[in-house]
Nanobody, 127 residues
Framework: QVQPVESGGGLVQAGGSLRLSCAAS????????MGWFRQAPGKEREFVAA????????YYADSVKGRFTVSRDNAKNTVYLQMNSLKPEDTAVYYC????????????????????WGQGTQVTVSS
């Protein structure tokens, strides 16, 4: 079992960058695939990026591909989301989630395959 905790959100101007962190407690963190999702006001929670337990595989939503980079450091039980060239439409609460065997199912965009979720961190991009 893991408990993700996000940090690093804030207010940034369009074109700027932020790096989100997700620190997860639990000895088995390195065995979990990890995902990032976001939810804007009045909208459904949507997939952003995912990374396999080893870090060898990643997957991105089309809307962030080429701008966002997901990485992990299993020695620190932490996953990162580097966000560059931010746009006002990236404004949302960003959530980190952990799931076992997510990449083996290729269902990394599906919320239901992630078992553990953080409380989220707010990212606001001003125009």
């Amino acid at each position: 079992q893991v408990q993700p905790v996000e940090s690093g959100g804030g207010l940034v101007q369009a074109g700027g960058s932020l790096r989100l962190s997700c620190a997860a407690s639990g000895r088995t963190f390195s065995s979990y695939d990890m995902g990032w999702f976001r939810q804007a006001p009045g909208k459904e929670r949507e997939f952003v990026a995912a990374i396999s337990w080893s870090g060898s595989s990643t997957y991105y939503a089309d809307s962030v591909k080429g701008r966002f980079t997901v990485s992990r450091d299993n020695a620190k039980n932490t996953v990162y989301l580097q966000m560059n060239s931010l746009k006002p439409e990236d404004t949302a609460v960003y959530y980190c989630a952990a799931g076992a065997g997510v990449f083996s199912t290729h269902m990394y965009t599906q919320r239901r395959v992630y078992d553990y979720w953080g409380q989220g961190t707010q990212v606001t991009v001003s125009s």
